[in-house]
């Protein structure tokens, strides 16, 4: 594929962006250089979303010297004076190994280049989501402005661009926008292209930093139990709901970023509340634990939220082992801790959710419901929501839960039944999501904006400890047929065979269940299965194919095309709906419509009205001349003119607000035709 090189190198410089300067601050808090490597990525979010913040009030540009470099250099001369030492982590839990890592990261990048890259038909292709032209501008806006903060982040950034808004530069709140920050920097350190940078992160994210967020926890929750750590590498890549599902979906690019994290920022809380550890690692991995909530709270606060619901019922289980306690100067039994902690959680859950700030977001209604019948077997199946088409979900992973879980309450081990709470609890947000509607919803699953994806996310993440337990379970049951004793050898052939299996299962493609005749109507209807990853595979080559639908390859190329010719400063006039949405963050076009919302009279400037309702009157509308010269327009772009290709971005599209510009032809006077290519044209003005 095309772009090849520049996407290995983008991935490496991701890898860098993502890794490096986290990697420094969380040296300073642990010993063990695996887990800070693993921790690192929370830690450098945190690190960027302050500096987008600061540099802005100080009038300091962002960029790879002021928010790479400079900062890495100044932590790795703190990390050298002040860092935890080796021979200081005396009371430290052993860590991940060194095998393990690369374990986890093997089947990670195997499942990334099975389940995204192999059929991603272009490294250069672009999801066509109802977000992604926020995103894919947002980066563009960043990267030309330097200005990375999330304090107002808009399309229009530069000066120029803010005196010609549309609707006159209305909004201006608080978006969560470090993960455009990160993606920012891979193109200012040289990969231009955003598209390509876009999926460079977006796999990174997937198949290198999940897994191992993934594994920092498996290794601090589950010390000294190696093959159950090495389970976690299958499970924690093998989720379709999650990482996956978040490449088609959205874009949920930022969800990504921060749900990535969850494991291993939990991995640190674990360590800071593990039994005999010393008050100084205790208050290091605590305040690097607060710092990757900073940094998880800029990509999305709701894995904030998600972060609690795996570690209230860890918490639980820490209180209820321990024998007395004293609170506020009076000694309590684990129980009665246990209870006011749950307590305090429920009324921190309930002031959140009736606070006014947040009424927006817990109160959205997606109008997705399911009969109880039907959302008991998407949990029971792993298909969680079931949002497109009917599957059989993850059989496989299906069994490995139940395995686990019975596995937890056969020992009776509250080291391993918590993870299946927590599981549980998830599971319980899924169905309330999907059965339920009001305020029942939207206490349960409002923080995720009752999107039946983020909260099947949230079951995904829960669910990895669990399902890693099953596998492990399973890896006794495979020595146990081939007759393997206990050595080292034997159980690690076990264990190859359990996670081949698994992977096997996980990924096995598309059938046909038994029955009609080859060529029956209902062998290409209704018969056909598909597991979730193949399902998920077929989405990506689908949503990133730009074939048809919002944009295509060719209107793409035709844009690049124009920028070439007029150049980047020049204001063009467009219908965004026809995918010249795109066309700043994509082409470097300096389109005038930059996202795909209504408009109406009223809702933006007398010069955009004017122009969208009636730029095809130039040539005798004074007012028209006047608003083109107010803005200093001088072009106009035209995509393709089929306005139905894609009702997922055009559902709120109304022909008549942009009536004018549609009717813009060859023939139109005031118009004089620069480039064609199709039904694609730039027009200069001429009047």
């Given at each position: 594929m095309a772009y090849a090189p520049e996407f290995v190198l983008a991935c490496l410089l991701a890898v860098v962006i993502i890794y490096l300067p986290g990697?420094?601050?969380?040296?300073?808090?642990l010993a063990q250089r695996t887990m800070a490597l693993c921790v690192a990525p929370a830690l450098s979010y945190a690190l960027y979303s302050?500096?987008?913040?600061?540099?802005?009030?100080?009038?300091?540009?962002?960029?790879?010297?002021?928010?790479?470099?400079?900062?890495s250099a100044l932590l790795a001369v703190l990390a050298l004076r002040f860092g935890v030492r080796n021979h200081d982590r005396q009371g430290e839990p052993p860590g991940p190994t060194a095998w393990l890592m690369a374990l986890y990261l093997l089947i990670g990048l195997v499942v990334g280049?099975?389940?995204?890259?192999?059929?991603?038909?272009?490294?250069?292709?672009?999801?066509?989501?109802?977000?992604?032209?926020?995103?894919i501008n947002g980066i563009r806006a960043f990267v030309d402005s330097r200005n990375f903060s999330s304090?107002?982040?808009?399309?229009?950034?530069?000066?120029?661009?803010?005196?010609?808004?549309?609707?006159?530069?209305?909004?201006?709140?608080?978006?969560?926008?470090?993960?455009?920050?990160?993606?920012?920097?891979v193109v200012m350190l040289g990969a231009p292209d955003i598209a390509v940078v876009i999926n460079a992160v977006s796999f990174v994210l997937a198949a290198v930093v999940t897994p191992l967020s993934g594994l920092a926890?498996?290794?601090?929750?589950?010390?000294?139990?190696?093959?159950?750590?090495?389970?976690?590498?299958?499970?924690?890549?093998?989720?379709?709901?999650?990482?996956?599902?978040?490449?088609?979906y959205g874009p949920l690019w930022p969800n990504l970023a921060g749900f990535a994290v969850i494991l291993g920022v939990a991995s640190l809380f674990v360590r800071a509340t593990s039994a005999g550890v010393p008050v100084s690692v205790r208050v290091r991995c605590g305040a690097a634990m607060a710092l990757s909530m900073f940094g998880m709270a800029y990509m999305h606060p709701n894995t904030v939220f998600a972060l609690g619901v795996l570690l209230v019922p860890f918490c639980v289980w820490r209180l209820l082992s321990v024998g007395r306690l004293v609170l506020f100067g009076r000694r309590l039994?684990?129980?009665?801790?246990?209870?006011?902690?749950?307590?305090?959680?429920?009324?921190?859950?309930?002031?959140?959710?009736?606070?006014?700030?947040?009424?927006?977001?817990?109160?959205?209604?997606?109008?997705?419901?399911?009969?109880?019948?039907?959302?008991?077997?998407?949990?029971?199946?792993?298909?969680?929501?079931?949002?497109?088409?009917?599957?059989f979900g993850q059989p496989v992973l299906a069994c490995a839960l139940v395995l686990g879980a019975l596995w937890a309450v056969r020992r009776r081990s509250g080291a391993h039944l918590?993870?299946?709470a927590s599981y549980l609890l998830a599971c319980l947000i899924v169905f309330a999501n999907t059965v339920t509607d009001g305020p029942m919803q939207d206490l349960l699953s409002g923080f995720w904006y009752n999107d039946p994806v983020r909260v099947a996310a949230l079951a995904a993440v829960c669910a990895v400890p669990v399902a890693a337990m099953g596998l492990d379970w399973a890896c006794e049951g495979v020595a146990r047929v081939l007759a393997l004793d206990a050595g080292r050898r034997p159980q690690t052939l076990a264990a190859g065979i359990t996670t081949a299996v698994a992977l096997f299962g996980v990924c096995f493609p598309s059938f046909f269940l038994p029955g009609p005749e080859p060529g029956h109507l209902m062998r290409d209807r209704h018969m056909r299965v598909e597991s979730e990853t193949e399902y998920e595979r077929i989405s990506v080559a689908a949503y990133y194919s730009q074939q048809e639908g919002f944009i295509t390859a060719e209107e793409r190329r035709f844009l690049r095309d124009a920028v070439a010719l007029i150049g980047r400063d020049a204001l063009v006039i467009n219908n965004p709906f026809d995918g010249?949405?795109?066309?700043?963050?994509?082409?470097?076009?300096?389109?005038?419509?930059?996202?795909?919302?209504p408009m109406s009279s009223g809702y933006d400037t007398d010069e955009s009205h004017v122009i969208r309702v009636h730029l095809d009157e130039v040539a005798s509308n004074e007012e028209v001349q006047q608003a083109l010269e107010t803005i200093g327009a001088e072009y106009v772009v035209i995509l393709g003119r089929q306005r139905d290709r894609s009702s997922e971005m055009l559902w709120n599209l109304d022909i008549l607000q942009w009536q004018g510009i549609d009717g813009v032809t060859d023939d139109t006077p005031g118009f004089e035709v620069l480039l064609a290519e199709g039904e694609c044209r730039l027009y200069h003005i001429t009047i």
């Open positions: 990697f420094l601050m969380a040296r300073l808090a302050v500096l987008a913040t600061v540099f802005p009030m100080l009038g300091v540009p962002a960029g790879p010297l002021t928010m790479l470099f400079v900062p280049l099975f389940v995204f890259i192999s059929v991603l038909p272009g490294f250069d292709a672009i999801m066509t989501g109802r977000d992604m032209p926020h995103h304090f107002g982040p808009s399309a229009y950034a530069l000066p120029e661009d803010a005196a010609i808004h549309p609707n006159g530069g209305s909004g201006g709140g608080f978006y969560p926008s470090t993960w455009q920050s990160i993606c920012a920097l926890f498996m290794a601090e929750a589950y010390p000294r139990q190696r093959r159950l750590q090495a389970m976690g590498a299958v499970a924690v890549s093998c989720f379709v709901a999650f990482p996956w599902r978040f490449l088609t039994s684990g129980r009665v801790a246990a209870g006011v902690f749950v307590a305090a959680a429920v009324a921190l859950w309930l002031v959140l959710y009736t606070s006014p700030f947040m009424r927006a977001v817990v109160t959205m209604d997606w109008a997705f419901e399911l009969s109880e019948a039907q959302a008991l077997v998407n949990l029971a199946t792993v298909a969680y929501v079931n949002l497109y088409l009917t599957d918590w993870a299946v010249s949405a795109i066309g700043y963050g994509d082409a470097g076009m300096r389109t005038f419509y930059r996202g795909i919302n």
